[in-house]
């Protein structure tokens, strides 16, 4: 039987895990890092955190016997995040992430570069360059940081990063080059436009399930092992997830909220990022800014610990106070910046565990948004949908997701299913896998299903219609 070892280099956390080929998982270690917010609307990692991070983690597995006999190691990570680096692969500067939203005066000014046939292929059809765009924040780089930028010779991904610190060799993918590939599948040329030379720092492109190389033995794994050059967190947990033919949908409970679905060939919608097919996967996506992020920002504000503010949360009478949880602009289906979270509606009698509860409703409604976003850009209805995360860890926020997007959810038994979608990725790359499909129905389990409560309908579908308008009218104040 193999054993396959998947890496997620998450926004909070590196998680590493070793699974049989028929989804058991052997052991997993966790390593947490930091991000820093050294200005308002900024926010930096340091790479040097995560490789940290990631050779704790494999040092524990390697002291509990759990790295013997692998047959194959899988990536993933963040993505919309980016570093830059020199020859050496040593990082020049903290790297961007996702949530930083620096970049949004630059990326404006790029997008009126591109002709209308080039804009209609960036960001998987969105139509412009966004402050998370790898061109945005090379632009800013080169205004901003000179003596960096005369030095930088790589851009790169986490995960592409993390890569070349295992094997020597940088290698990425087109699933997670998010507007960075055009039609041919390779780099376009209209990157350079936006900042000359940017071709020429992007790594070269490969199958999310081919071998980019072998382990050297840095990071404490064993050499020789090949390595899959992987995807972002987002799609592997989709592969973790069970997603594997038209129809099939997911909720990614994370730092932040991303809701996905497989469709057949075509479609999409405003405010949704199309993929290109993969594998027989067509997948149209939709991710938040913030999902478990706005309820660690909540224990901030309100006191206590995730635990008891869930704790508190279901001790609240269904109310009408309402959560908009823009805590740093919004990504789909809204790609705004400038929005910011609200609770409204509270009164007098509106204490911690009604913020609380309006919290994790607030998050069900940015997915509801979402996912009827997506529903129009597959063409059909959504029928159920997988769930994984850690936010799926509590099934309070499960039943809460269930109401409010009026869907079953099926939990699945592997809650990481990042971590587990990389060591798909691995057992692809090395032949073990076979296809898709039979993969997700050997590794995958469902461990629950959350069904709507039909006695919170009608409360829900109004506090959504009020959610929305909130939104819509609160917009321009911030703009």
């Given at each position: ?63 509990a016997g759990a790295l013997r006999d ?101 290698v990425a993918d087109p699933l997670s ?222 039943q809460v997701k269930a109401d409010v ?75």
């Open positions: 039987m193999s054993r396959l070892l998947g890496i997620d280099l998450g926004t909070t956390s590196v998680k590493v895990a070793v699974f049989t080929d028929d989804g058991e998982r052997i052991a997993a270690a966790t390593r947490r890092h930091p991000t820093h917010r050294p200005r308002p609307g900024w926010a930096e990692q340091d790479p040097a955190d995560w490789w940290r991070g990631l050779t704790g983690a494999v040092a524990e597995l390697d002291a692998l047959t194959a190691v899988g990536l993933c990570a963040q993505v919309n995040t980016q570093l830059v680096a020199d020859d050496a692969g040593t990082p020049l500067h903290p790297a961007i992430t996702w949530q930083d939203g620096r970049c949004a005066e630059t990326a404006a000014g790029l997008t009126e570069r591109l002709a209308a046939a080039d804009r209609a292929r960036v960001r998987g059809g969105l139509g412009t360059v966004d402050a998370s765009h790898p061109a945005a924040r090379a632009a800013w780089l080169r205004t901003h940081r000179p003596d960096v930028w005369r030095r930088t010779t790589r851009l790169l991904a986490p995960k592409d990063w993390i890569l070349a610190q295992l094997t020597g060799r940088a080059s998010i507007g960075l590939v055009g039609p041919d599948g390779d780099h376009p040329a209209w990157l350079d436009l936006l900042v000359p030379g940017l071709r020429a720092l992007l790594p070269a492109l490969a199958d999310p399930a081919s071998v980019a190389g072998e382990t050297t033995g840095a990071g404490g794994l064993p050499p020789g092992l090949p390595v899959a050059v992987g995807t972002m967190d987002a799609w592997s947990a989709l592969l973790g997830g069970g997603i594997a033919a038209p129809g099939d949908a997911i909720d990614v409970a994370g730092t932040s909220e991303v809701v996905a679905v497989a469709a057949t060939p075509g479609g999409g919608a405003p405010g949704i990022v199309t993929f290109p097919t993969w594998r027989g996967l067509h997948v149209h996506a939709g991710p938040t800014q913030a999902g478990g992020d706005a309820l660690s920002w909540a224990c901030s504000v309100l006191g206590g610990t995730v635990e008891e503010l869930l704790g508190l949360a279901g001790t609240a009478a269904p109310g009408t106070v309402l959560f908009l949880p823009q805590l740093a602009g919004e990504r789909a289906p809204l790609w705004d910046p400038h929005l910011r979270a609200h609770w409204l509606g509270a009164g007098f009698g509106t204490g911690r565990a009604e913020l609380a509860l309006a919290v994790l409703e607030g998050v069900a409604h940015a997915a509801r948004h979402v996912l009827a976003a997506l529903e129009s850009a597959a063409g059909a209805p959504v029928p159920a949908l997988a769930v994984c995360g850690g936010g799926a860890n509590s099934d309070l926020w499960c997007l009026d869907r079953p959810l099926r939990r699945t038994a592997e809650r990481d299913a990042g971590v587990l979608g990389a060591a798909m990725l691995a057992g692809l790359a090395v032949g073990t896998g076979g296809s898709v499909a039979g993969l997700a129905a050997r590794m995958v389990r469902v461990d629950r299903e959350f069904t709507p409560d039909p006695r919170q309908r009608r409360r829900l579908d109004d506090a959504h219609d009020r959610y929305l308008e909130a939104q819509r009218a609160l917009a321009p104040i911030f703009r």
